[in-house]
């Protein structure tokens, strides 16, 4: 089959090779997801990821993964923290999220890539709050930053549907 694309989907990030190239204010919330990691429930997949969130008050949020016995009953890192947010702050923003794991109480090379469903949910939040927020995926040897949450999930689902 030829394809003859009449539009194509590509958005900008950047990729550094240390959290030391990130301004500080960034460094520090890695820093912040790498230690939460660390608190995260995770006896089955021993995958432990950390989120740390930078709200528009400054304050600092942080999450781990949640499993459960029956499987789909967890939640992932970056929802663990978001939803707490809300349910603290429910009128701020999110500025960034830095996301980051061990796997086997290692932490990982490469960036983590949140799942699809949490980049739903970034979506509804940069629409809640009309405001992009930066997702920072954090290696040990690479990290991804990319400014606006939305543009990791093309043709999304949005409350306008409903
Ligand atoms: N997980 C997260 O917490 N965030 C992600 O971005 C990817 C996956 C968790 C879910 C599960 O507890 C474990 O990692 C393995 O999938």
Redesign the pocket.
């Known amino acids: 089959m030829s394809v003859n694309p009449q539009h194509i989907y590509n958005f900008p990030f950047e990729k550094f090779e240390s959290a030391d190239q990130l301004n500080k204010e960034e460094k520090a919330l890695v820093e912040k997801a790498g230690e939460v990691a660390t608190r995260a429930y995770?006896p089955y997949?021993n995958?432990r990821?950390g989120a740390a969130l930078l709200l528009e008050n400054g304050k600092i949020i942080t999450g781990s993964?949640q499993?459960n016995a029956a499987y789909p009953s967890?939640l992932?890192?970056?929802r663990v923290a978001l939803f707490y947010a809300s349910s603290q702050y429910p009128d701020v923003a999110v500025k960034a999220i830095a996301?980051t794991a061990l796997r086997n109480k290692q932490p990982i090379d490469e960036p983590?890539?949140?799942?699809g469903s949490?980049r739903q949910v970034f979506v509804e939040w940069e629409k809640r709050f009309d405001r992009p927020f930066t997702v920072i995926m954090a290696g040990k040897k690479k990290i991804i930053r990319i400014e606006q949450a939305g543009w990791l999930l093309p043709f999304n689902f949005q409350s306008d549907f409903l």
């Open positions: 995770a997949s995958f990821v993964n499993e967890g992932c890192a970056e996301i983590v890539p949140p799942c949490c």
